[in-house]
């Protein structure tokens, strides 16, 4: 481009020695018109600056209006036999909302999870509680007879089980591909969701389990009436879907039609029942988003060092490092945002990680190591506890009784993703991931904004006789960690 502008250059001098002053007069007035025109758009389309929910209705700038009337519901599946105190905030139960939206559903219905096992034959276990899981199957498989298109995509390499599910699915006329990502990016497809209709979408920790049902505690989100974040979704499930064909690569770049409009900087503005919400979908990994699409990492890490106040994690592994490479690599980024915020600019961090007989003790000296910054005399906080599900009676149900969450409320915002943290899930693995920013006035901040549930979810779990501060840890046969 430099050198297509400078022989435009010379031929324009050699060509003009003897033209009038007034002309060259005009010529830069006219070059200065073109630069002042410019620095206005440049402006104008610079992205808005990070405010609190109390200022959102007036933010207009890098938002993207819709006339959507987009609700919201906090999702959950507590395990069996786990029994909260009274008047505690719980999401609706996760069977609900998927028996829900296959009622509802008309159209299509597109589905991404890691693996399914809606049965418990698929691990050769026989037990009552997989009895949500065979219904959810067979409504599933009556789609097709409803004139309703359904498509499933999964991961290959994916868990392996005897799992019928995919096979009686298409033999009722269901859609399925498996996508290759250990081919494609050496990672998994890790991403749960669920698109119906184009205009109600599921997102959250559960894959296609009868154990995420029953014996696994999940949590998600579902937004109905929201055509603008379907359409988002639908996006990233079509990615999936095409590299689900045989000896499919990554296109470089991808094609325009994988483009949006909807990121960290352009969020979706709704209001409904008096809650303004700014909205946007995350993605993982790199590859497999296009410039436009907001990576996951970056959301989580923004999210991080947006946060005034407090950062409320609760995730089921962390790890600051990859996982699944070899060899192994060292991975600091969300390690150095936590202790960034903490240290510089006193952010109360509380961290709730997942205990179960299938941890990994290799996740120990991680959490002493950012426990042992908490120190309230240079007012310096970061709190963790081990939330340790009961195994009771359940013993003979293998990788259960867990907390599989993966979601961060801060101040600012609510965060809902698919993805643990560790390196593997941001570089290499299929994910996804929902951005809420709500205003709502104070009655109806705890009861009606997904933001102050979640917040709501976070306290009950983390005051629950279920959470044990690192510290008190013991030994606690549920708990691979304290062996």
Not at 175 to 190: A, I
Not at 285 to 314: K, M, N, W
Not at 379 to 387: A, E, H, M, R
Request: proline content about 6%; hydrophobic content about 40%; overall charge neutral.
């Amino acid at each position: 481009m430099s050198s297509m502008y400078s022989s435009l250059h010379d031929s324009y001098v050699s060509n003009k020695r003897r033209s009038t002053s007034c002309v060259t007069l005009a010529v830069v007035l006219g070059c200065l018109i073109v630069l002042g025109i410019l620095l206005a758009i440049a402006v104008l389309k610079r992205p808005p600056p990070h405010e609190d929910h109390e200022t959102l209705p007036n933010e207009a700038v890098g938002s993207n209006f819709s006339t959507d009337q987009c609700s919201m519901t906090l999702v959950e599946s507590i395990p069996q036999y786990m029994k909260f105190k009274a008047n505690v905030t719980l999401g609706i139960p996760l069977e609900k909302a998927w028996k829900d939206l296959i009622s509802m559903a008309t159209d299509q219905v597109d589905v991404a999870s890691f693996y399914w096992t809606l049965t418990g034959e698929d691990i050769n276990v026989n037990s009552s509680s997989d009895i949500p899981g065979r219904e959810i199957l067979k409504e599933l498989e009556e789609l097709p007879s409803r004139n309703v298109s359904v498509r499933v995509v999964t991961s290959v390499p994916s868990v392996r089980t005897n799992s019928t599910d995919l096979k009686i699915l298409k033999r009722k006329g269901v859609q399925v591909r498996k996508v290759n990502f250990g081919h494609l990016t050496k990672g998994v497809l890790h991403s749960k969701f669920w698109i119906v209709d184009r205009k109600h979408v599921f997102i959250g920790s559960a894959n296609m389990d009868w154990r995420a049902l029953t014996q696994v505690k999940e949590l998600g989100v579902v937004v109905y009436n929201c055509p603008s974040l379907a359409t988002d979704l639908h996006k990233i499930f079509q990615s999936y879907w095409v590299m689900g064909q045989s000896n499919s690569s990554l296109p470089r770049p991808w094609p325009a039609e994988y483009d949006t409009a909807i990121n960290k900087h352009h969020p979706l503005l709704v209001k409904t029942d008096n809650i303004s919400s700014r909205l946007y979908l995350t993605g993982s990994p790199p590859s497999f988003c296009p410039p436009s699409r907001t990576q996951d990492l970056e959301a989580i890490l923004s999210i991080i060092s947006d946060a005034q106040h407090y950062v409320d994690v609760a995730v089921m592994e962390y790890f600051p490092t990859t996982r699944f490479e070899k060899p192994q690599r060292y991975w600091p980024f969300i390690d150095d945002a936590i202790r960034t915020a903490a240290f510089e600019r006193k952010v109360k961090m509380r961290m709730l990680i997942s205990c179960g007989r299938d941890s990994d003790p290799a996740m120990l000296p991680f959490l002493q190591s950012l426990a042992s910054m908490d120190s309230p005399h240079q007012d310096i906080s970061i709190q963790i506890k081990l939330y340790i599900v009961p195994v009771g009676n359940q013993s003979d149900i293998p990788y259960t009784r867990v907390n599989h969450n993966k979601y961060m409320v801060t101040d600012k915002v609510a965060y809902i993703g698919t993805s643990n943290w560790s390196g593997d899930y941001f570089v290499t693995t299929a994910g996804v991931g929902l951005v809420i920013s709500q205003h709502a006035p104070h009655p109806e901040w705890k009861t009606k904004a997904l933001q102050g549930q979640l917040r709501a979810v976070f306290e009950r779990d983390w005051d629950s006789e279920f959470a044990v501060h690192l510290a008190d840890l013991g030994h606690h046969p549920d708990c691979a960690l304290s062996r």
